[in-house]
């Protein structure tokens, strides 16, 4: 499966963006999919996860609250609106799936066998 993520860009503190991971290739009703985001000089770091069994959804304790994560399987996309956006969540984002991801695992980079390219997200003071 190949995957595309959008949506970034620059936006001032308490602004809102959603980005969008469209997906080619394969079905991709049944991947679990995740967000992450890495900022300059940090580790990769779990922002959003959601698994396609049941639906459920996930979230870094420093997002929770602000940010959604959704799908549209008709649309082959996921979703991250990112609300009250703040200058600490500058970062490249970055949409990953895998067929099923085990739970303990899925806010492990390396739990994802699909990344693609990665998107820009700025916010300003």
């Known amino acids: 499966v190949q995957l595309q993520a959008s949506g970034g860009g620059l936006v001032q503190a308490g602004g809102s963006l959603r980005l969008s991971c469209a997906a080619s290739?394969?079905?991709?009703?049944?991947?679990?999919v995740g967000w992450f985001r890495q900022a300059p000089g940090k580790e990769r770091e779990f922002v959003a996860g959601?698994?396609?069994?049941?639906?459920?959804?996930y979230y870094a304790d420093s997002v929770k609250g602000r940010f959604t994560i959704s799908r549209d399987n008709a649309k082959n996309t996921v979703f991250l609106q990112m609300n009250s956006l703040e200058p600490e969540d500058t970062a490249v984002y970055y949409c990953a799936a895998t067929p099923r991801v085990i739970l303990s695992a899925l806010r492990e980079p390396s739990s994802y066998n699909y990344w693609g390219p990665g998107t820009q997200v700025t916010v300003s003071s």
């Open positions: 290739g394969r079905t991709f009703s049944r991947y679990d």
């Open positions: 959601t698994r396609w069994m049941g639906g459920n959804t």
